[in-house]
């Protein structure tokens, strides 16, 4: 496992929690909401890449 990977995803984890909590104390709940969406969506879309990349590894191990 690449340790990168945990970086980038504690790195976006802290962000969206900074802004969440910005957000939140302006009066802008609905918009600390959507932060927070878009923060789980972009961490979800590099999982689902490194996904990716792990079944074509396999496949090209296994020769499928």
Known sequence: MNVDLIFKIAA???LVA???QLLIR??????ALMTTL???VVVM???????GELFSMMKA????
């Open 12 to 14: 976006v984890g802290i």
């Open 18 to 20: 900074v802004f969440n």
């Open 26 to 31: 302006s009066g802008r709940e609905e918009q």
């Open 38 to 40: 878009a923060g789980l």
């Open 45 to 51: 879309m590099i999982l689902v890449q490194e996904i």
């Open 61 to 64: 191990v296994f020769g499928f």
